[in-house]
């Protein structure tokens, strides 16, 4: 049988997996939940979270993957009774995330080329019209958020084409540097502004009430958030673990990517809020409004320069998000692949890729036409009552929050309580350890995952989800 081919080194496997990582949701989620959630404390549930779920459940997932060798799919298949299909739950998700991420990966593009447009101060650029009144126009033109959606789709299909060392591990390996070095020029500039300070103070300054108030609505908000944010709960992980080989340390990689997960996420809230406070003080601070109003405001204020700011920021929008669509695309890929190399044929890469992104494409193109509910119908939750929008008990504005709801908010955290009870109880923690043990030396840390991963992490879970359905639905 073909072999199957992974990643050649540790330090593309971890590009990769925190490029997975990094994304759309640590630029605008992490910075604005922060902030509204109580600053510095929020920082500290969420750091807690990040260790005793986020660590506990990564370290499963790319063990199990690492395990199998195969797919999302697959692997609980092989491991499991009790769950065996909870793969297709696994692989469902990165189908609904692609939907919306390529849509807003479209909006970054076309932000670039809004941005290289007033650098010429050709007809494409603002054209003097504010960050509000382009983004409207920009959501009630289909054809054009349709166009950038599937261009965003082609890129990564293109990449994932290329397989696990070809394609994702190349574009990884040079992008996130590039990613890093973008980020600190923003940062300087961002916190260098008059004004700044009001946005370190919004993000950093620890506000305990939010706590006291509802501590399990911060908790969900911070579990949710790390979920999506460590692309946790759903195929991913185990998919880029099946392609590890068993020389390389899991726990340290683990490590590695939460750590660095969650220090991008912060070097974003410096890059983007102080210049938001600075510059646009009564701009919206959260969701793609922040991003794509907000912040082409605040570089529209800064004259000529500011075009050039606008280019390098959403290049680094657009590249965090190429690295996690592909991780979302390959999970799906992944499957079909190891499918027909099963069967002799090769693996059919290139054709399960076109396949599987237009599948991807189709409810793509449903967001992109929706335009954040600018332009949108039929979405769940809303009814139009005399030419206004009304909302019934499952609140959704578009069909983005639609998807994100049903991945972000349910499938993910209860993917990934489903998968600790598979660990902790039916075939064991000592498999995942005896995993982790192939690279050598003993897993230092089982005592501690052990009692995670059977008590702690699933608990925290529960109150995760129980948090996030009622916000959605009560
Ligand atoms: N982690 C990515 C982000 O923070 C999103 C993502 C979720 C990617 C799940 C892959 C899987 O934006």
Avoid at 10 to 20: D, E, H, N, P, R
Avoid at 48 to 62: D, H, K, S, T
Avoid at 418 to 442: A, H, T
Wanted: a neutral charge; charged letters at 15%; proline letters at 3%.
């Amino acid at each position: 049988m073909e072999e199957r081919k992974g990643f050649k080194s540790t330090f593309g496997f971890l590009m990769a997996a925190v490029g997975s990582a990094v994304g759309l949701g640590n630029i605008w989620g992490f910075p604005n939940k922060m902030g509204s959630n109580g600053g510095f404390a929020f920082l500290l549930v969420y750091l807690v979270l990040a260790v005793v779920c986020g660590y506990i459940v990564m370290v499963g997932e790319l063990a199990i993957g690492r395990k199998t060798g195969k797919s999302a799919i697959a692997t609980y298949q092989t491991l499991s009774k009790k769950f065996k299909w909870l793969g297709w739950l696994a692989t469902l998700s990165p189908f609904l995330i692609l939907s919306f991420y390529c849509a807003l990966g479209g909006y970054c593009i076309k932000y670039i080329v809004l941005n290289v447009g007033n650098l010429f101060g050709a007809a494409f650029g603002t054209n003097g019209l504010s960050g509000g009144e382009i983004f409207e126009a920009f959501m009630l033109n289909q054809t054009e958020g349709v166009v950038f959606g599937i261009i965003f789709l082609l890129i990564t299909m293109f990449i994932v084409m290329g397989g696990v060392s070809g394609g994702i591990e190349k574009f990884c390996s040079v992008g996130m540097p590039a990613l890093a070095v973008m980020l600190v020029v923003i940062i300087i500039r961002s916190c260098t502004l008059p004004g700044a300070v009001e946005g370190l103070k919004f993000m950093f300054v620890p506000n305990f009430a939010p706590l006291k108030e509802n501590f399990l609505g911060v908790l969900a908000t911070a579990g949710g958030q790390m979920f999506f944010s460590l692309s946790l709960g759903m195929g991913v992980m185990i998919t880029y673990g099946s392609y590890l080989d068993k020389q390389k340390d899991i726990t340290k990689n683990a490590l590695v990517i939460v750590i660095f997960d969650t220090l991008v996420a912060l070097m974003a809230g410096l890059a983007v809020l102080p210049a938001a406070f600075a510059l646009d003080p009564g701009g919206k601070i959260g969701g793609p409004s922040l991003l794509f109003v907000t912040l082409q405001n605040v570089f529209d204020s800064m004259g000529g320069i500011g075009a050039v700011f606008g280019i390098i920021f959403y290049l680094l929008v657009t590249l965090a998000a190429v690295s996690s669509s592909i991780s979302l695309l390959e999970v799906i890929v992944t499957h079909f692949c190891d499918k027909a190399t099963e069967k002799g044929k090769g693996d059919k890469r290139k054709i399960y890729s076109v396949i599987a992104a237009a599948a991807a494409g189709v409810l793509c193109v449903l967001v992109c036409l929706d335009g954040l509910g600018y332009s949108g119908y039929w979405v769940p939750g809303r009814v139009l009552v005399d030419g206004a929008w009304q909302y019934t008990a499952m609140y959704n504005d578009c069909w983005l929050d639609f998807f994100d709801m049903l991945s972000e908010g349910i499938m993910m955290p209860l993917g990934a309580l489903l998968m600790c009870l598979m660990i902790g109880y039916e075939i064991g923690p000592d498999v995942v350890r005896d995993e982790v043990e192939k690279s050598g030396g003993k897993m230092k840390t089982y005592g501690f995952f052990k009692i995670c991963v059977r008590f702690i992490t699933p608990l925290l879970m529960v109150m995760v989800l129980i948090g996030q359905i009622k916000d959605f639905f009560l």
